[in-house]
């Protein structure tokens, strides 16, 4: 699993890129719905805000008044640094079980949405750092624009966060957002390309993948994304259908040969004639739940529901290609 931390400073265009990253297929986890979380009412994490703030930072329903705290820690060090002592502990066990549920379910890249990444962490703990930078000017101009802030508001929050040149160096890749929306679409959909390869490298490398199809008009949906997730893996990926199906398994060995439900029959047959070799999978509307692998979700597709052959009893696994026993 790639984990990926995606920052930017405010109006720079984040939570665009943030937007369509998910829609493209990377798990998303938001620092700002986690802050929310950790400071619902009741939490300890309010109780301690309010200890340390006074009862003034609440609304009149027993909720955060946000705007009131925010008063309170903006333009002051000491008191912003209290607020982080108190609410980043609960923030980051949050975010570390979503990572261990994450990694449960095979997701391949889960990307960290973390607007003060480089002011309240060590970016050091991600594999990739993405920054998304717009000059100040342009930063201006949408602040005013989009939420009607005044100049003095906008000067306070800029001058609140590192500027953009200190991060740009610490930062794997810089996503610049200075023209229209559909080029800011354009550099995130290079980026997320590279961050997809990167995150699919694994025990598939070099390897084949055999598609099995009953003939010609047997053509599951999923397939098209199985096959996109692999070929970033790096793993050679061939579709036969119908009667080449024998020779094709007993002539190239297959890492891993997946059939659609149809063709199980013949595959199985030409998997056994060829000695089984690789792993043999299939979909099914309904199988031994035993035996289910579930592979990890192809790029923003549904998570897909396989069989095993011969691995009733196993450990579920998150990929087609088991990862080899270094003690073997």
């Given at each position: 699993m ?8 405010i ?8 937007s369509?990253?998910?829609q ?7 620092a ?11 939490s300890e ?22 705007a ?7 333009g ?5 640094a209290?607020?982080?002592a108190?609410v ?5 066990r949050r975010?570390d079980?979503?990572?261990?549920e994450a990694?449960?379910?095979g997701d ?8 003060l990444?480089f002011?309240?962490?060590?970016p ?8 998304v930078e ?25 001058a ?7 991060k ?7 996503i ?9 679409e354009d550099?995130?959909q ?7 390869r990167r995150?699919a ?8 993948l055999?598609?099995?199809?009953a ?5 599951p949906?999923?397939?098209g994304?199985?096959a996109?997730?692999?070929?970033d893996?790096?793993a050679?990926?061939?579709?036969v259908?119908?009667r080449?199906l024998?020779r094709?398994v ?12 149809p ?8 998997w ?6 690789g ?7 309904d199988?031994d739940p035993?035996s289910?692998r579930l ?11 396989l069989?095993?052959?011969g691995a009733v009893?196993g450990r579920?696994?998150?990929d087609?290609?088991?990862t ?5």
């Amino acid at each position: 699993m790639l984990n990926v931390a995606l920052t930017g400073n405010i109006g720079a265009g984040k939570s665009t890129v943030v937007s369509l990253l998910r829609q493209w297929g990377a798990t998303v986890i938001d620092a700002d719905e986690l802050v929310r979380e950790a400071e619902a009412p009741g939490s300890e994490v309010l109780v301690a805000v309010v200890r340390r703030f006074g009862a003034d930072v609440l609304a009149s329903d027993g909720s955060l008044d946000r705007a009131a705290l925010r008063s309170k820690v903006m333009g002051d060090d000491a008191a912003l640094a209290a607020l982080n002592a108190i609410v980043h502990p609960a923030v980051q066990r949050r975010r570390d079980d979503l990572l261990e549920e994450a990694a449960t379910r095979g997701d391949a890249l889960v990307v960290n949405d973390i607007p003060l990444l480089f002011e309240a962490l060590d970016p050091r703990r991600f594999d990739v750092v993405v920054l998304v930078e717009a000059s100040t000017a342009a930063r201006r101009m949408r602040l005013r624009q989009a939420r009607g802030l005044t100049d003095q508001e906008i000067t306070r929050l800029i001058a609140a966060q590192m500027p953009t040149e200190r991060k740009r160096d610490r930062s794997h890749f810089v996503i610049e957002n200075e023209g229209s929306l559909a080029e800011l679409e354009d550099q995130a959909q290079t980026v997320f390309q590279a961050l997809r390869r990167r995150a699919a490298a694994g025990p598939a490398a070099g390897a084949l993948l055999l598609l099995a199809t009953a003939d010609a008009q047997d053509r599951p949906p999923a397939f098209g994304a199985v096959a996109r997730r692999y070929a970033d893996a790096g793993a050679r990926v061939e579709q036969v259908a119908g009667r080449a199906l024998r020779r094709q398994v007993a002539t190239l060995h297959p890492a891993v040969l997946l059939a659609s439900e149809p063709a199980v029959p013949a595959a199985r047959q030409a998997w056994e004639d060829a000695g089984r070799p690789g792993a043999l999978l299939y979909l099914s509307e309904d199988p031994d739940p035993v035996s289910v692998r579930l592979d990890l979700r192809p790029w923003g597709g549904e998570r897909l529901a396989l069989a095993e052959e011969g691995a009733v009893g196993g450990r579920p696994r998150v990929d087609l290609f088991p990862t080899p026993n270094p003690l073997a």
